[in-house]
């Protein structure tokens, strides 16, 4: 009973094929370092990737390493090193991590791919529609590095994404193309940019379609599912690589509906994650809600890489509007309003917040939101203290009574 | 004891009708065994050392003792607490939540609030008029409010834990203790100390600050009840939030024993339900 036991989630056949794309997204960032070309452009997660791949570059994210790091338990070794040399532990754990984990030059990435380290930039490039923090971590490779940083401003906290927010961001998407150009030696094809927010936006429609699977009950999938199958949509998206692995991803998922599998053994409670994974704890926390016969069906999270306005025949504009649309850049009015549709469409039960002591961007506990949606949807909300990557944040035992007792209530009431 | 003859005469037709409920805490372990009317026959409480599961069976045993119970008469050992997978003779296990809430309601039978102040956490948990949980919240990692941020700011002064009741109760001037966190109220208590406040004084207003630290987490509102070990020993602060709140703050008989006594409830009740 517990935690500590081996995990008892089903494995997807399609899982083989996901190692090989992430193993052939890092050794190709290897490769090109090692020839020095294409060059390599480090970029945020929710970033104008499909810019820097349409021209040319190879892209790196430094929060996949982030999170990679957490799954590892690695960035508990790397997070100190780097509150030492200033990078308060108040701030991102990604952040800490990754800048820990480069000053002491090691990376599970060269045991896990084979690679020779993490990927040396030729330029980064932030967008700050998550958060600042990307933008002093980006800076502080640009130091070391020596190489441009350059990035977009985005809005945050808005009720509503008008057309004066895009143009603002697309402007400033086609203000970072002249560095690019200098940087990477290629001028911008406009045709191949539409390609590529073309394959942008099939991958993304795969990837929400593979999402709402887990609308069926019981559910084919869990949250800890999603949050490891999600790495061709963060890493790879704008590649035909990445449609393919959602297409057969997809016709598994559908196959277990058809044939009624359930992730979770007599699914009774379907519940809704909300903030970030706690990446260390991941395999713990998948077998205790499989013991408690509750599956996490829904994330604002894993949904944060589905963009829907990604058009090849205005790339600028709906790069910039589906960057600026996410989840995390709206005030808590349009968060709550996106939570009640999913917790509809998915039949949720009860709502976890997970409250990152690092990341406020993600934790949508602290404007007293879990109370006011437990109000109006009539289901039970609760909050968990934790953190991403930081597990000195996070106490296992106040986590997994809490869990417990929420579950208690569920079936009491 | 003829425990079948006594369950015959209850006509309950259950073979055994006692009911018992653990609940090992980070500090403390409780055993309570009750009967088919959920009248407590017996407890005892011990630390909670280091062996969950022998300190739970010593605990237990001894429970059962003072109650002249047979482990044989007993249909379920329910466990809970933090220990609450470490009790072997478990049939039932229940998050200390649930037991506080069940315990609570069985003497307060409405809508309540319920304030359970513990070793290492602090719980407010609402119940209906049905007696069911509306909602629940644990404080946060900072041990400030609990049973342990009492103990260490005691070590600090020089006190012993049993005497802090008794030295709050002589206060005759506020002075406030403000911060979240258990190393800051020490350094805070040493400033004050340098100040010449008066012990019992300061005693007082750490009772203040567990209040406060309760209040940050719910407004509390409606009928109070107030559980746990720290009210059962130092029953000032029932006072105290009553003050603050300007409003009557019900204890339950032992609050200390209601997590195990909930924990025993809930066997009792399935076994009814059958
Ligand atoms: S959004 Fe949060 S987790 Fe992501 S980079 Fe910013 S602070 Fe870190």
């Known amino acids: ?413 | 004891m003829n425990t079948k003859g006594e369950g015959r005469i209850h006509g309950s037709g259950l073979e055994k009708f006692f009911w018992a409920g653990v609940d090992v805490g980070a500090s403390t372990t409780k055993a309570v065994v009750i009967d088919l009317e959920a009248t407590m026959r017996g407890f005892h409480v011990q630390r909670s050392g280091v062996d969950y599961a022998g300190g739970s069976a010593a605990c237990l045993e001894k429970a059962l003792e003072k109650a002249g119970v047979s482990l044989e008469s007993l249909s379920c050992v329910v466990s809970t607490g933090y220990g609450r997978y470490n009790v072997p003779m478990a049939k039932r296990i229940k998050t200390e939540i649930s037991c506080h809430m069940k315990g609570c309601y069985h003497y307060f039978p409405h809508a309540a609030t319920i304030v359970d102040i513990g070793g290492q956490d602090c719980k407010v948990i609402r119940v209906d008029e049905k007696g069911r949980r509306v909602a629940f919240r644990m404080n946060r990692k900072c041990a400030a409010g609990t049973g342990a941020f009492l103990e260490e700011v005691a070590l600090r002064l020089g006190l012993d834990i049993s005497q802090l009741d008794s030295l709050a109760r002589r206060s005759t001037r506020k002075v406030q203790i403000g911060s979240y966190c258990t190393v800051f109220t020490s350094t805070e208590i040493l400033t004050l100390i340098r100040k010449g406040e008066k012990v019992e004084d300061i005693v007082r207003g750490l009772f203040d600050s567990v209040v406060q630290r309760i209040l940050e987490m719910d407004p509390l509102d409606g009928t109070i009840v107030l559980t746990g070990g720290v009210v059962e020993h130092n029953p000032v602060l029932a006072e105290a939030l009553g003050e603050r709140l300007k409003t009557n703050v019900f204890i339950p008989p032992h609050p200390q024993l209601t997590g195990a006594f909930g924990a025993a409830l809930y066997g009792l009740e399935e076994d009814r339900a059958g």
Not at chain 1, 78 to 103: E, K, R, W
Not at chain 1, 313 to 332: G, L, Q, R, V, W
Not at chain 1, 369 to 382: A, E, F, T, V
Request: hydrophobic letters at 35%.
């Open chain 1, 1 to 413: 009973m517990g935690l500590g036991q081996s995990s008892d989630r089903r494995e997807f056949s399609a899982t083989k094929k996901l190692k090989q794309v992430m193993a052939q997204h890092f050794q190709e960032l290897d490769q090109a370092v090692k020839r020095g070309s294409p060059k390599v452009a480090w970029c945020t997660s929710v970033g104008p990737a499909e810019l820097l791949r349409a021209m040319g570059f190879l892209v790196y994210f430094p929060e996949n390493h982030g999170a990679v790091l957490g799954a590892s338990r690695k960035a508990m070794d790397y997070i100190p090193v780097a509150n030492a040399l200033g990078y308060s532990p108040d701030i991102c754990s990604y952040l800490t991590s990754d800048v820990g984990a480069y000053l002491r030059r090691e990376t599970p990435l060269v045991q896990t791919y084979g690679i020779s380290g993490v990927p040396k930039p030729d330029v980064l490039v932030y967008n700050t529609n998550q958060c600042r923090d990307v933008q002093d971590w980006f800076h502080f490779y640009g130091r070391e590095f020596k190489v441009p940083v350059i990035g977009i401003t985005s809005p945050r906290g808005v009720e509503e994404v008008t057309e004066a927010h895009v143009k603002d961001v697309a402007r400033q998407m086609e203000g970072l193309v002249p560095t690019l150009e200098q940087v990477s030696g290629t001028k911008l094809d406009m045709d191949r940019l539409r390609h590529v927010v073309g394959l942008s936006r099939r991958c993304s429609d795969l990837w929400k379609e593979v999402l709402e699977t887990a609308s069926a009950v019981p559910s084919p999938w869990t949250f800890f599912d999603h949050t490891i199958h999600m790495g061709p949509a963060v890493v790879a998206r704008g590649t035909q690589e990445a449609v393919d692995y959602y297409e057969i991803l997809l016709k598994e998922l559908q196959e277990r509906v058809k044939n009624g599998v359930a992730a979770v053994e007599e699914e009774r409670h379907r519940l809704y994650w909300e903030g970030m994974p706690i990446w260390g704890k991941l395999r713990d926390l998948a077998n205790l809600f499989m013991r408690l016969h509750s599956c996490i069906v829904a994330s604002t999270y894993c949904n944060s890489w589905i963009f829907t306005d990604f058009d090849p025949d205005d790339p600028f504009h709906s790069m910039a509007k589906a960057y600026t649309n996410i989840f995390i850049c709206h005030a808590e009015g349009w968060k709550e309003d996106y939570i009640e549709r999913i917790v509809n469409q998915f039949q949720i039960d009860g709502i976890l917040f997970h409250d990152a002591k690092t990341c406020p961007n993600n934790s949508n506990s602290r404007y007293s939101m879990p109370q006011r949606l437990q109000k109006r949807l009539g289901i039970p909300c609760l909050v968990i203290h934790g953190d991403l990557n930081d597990l000195r944040c996070y106490s296992e035992e106040q986590a997994v009574t809490n869990i417990e007792a929420f579950v208690e209530q569920l079936e009491e009431n």
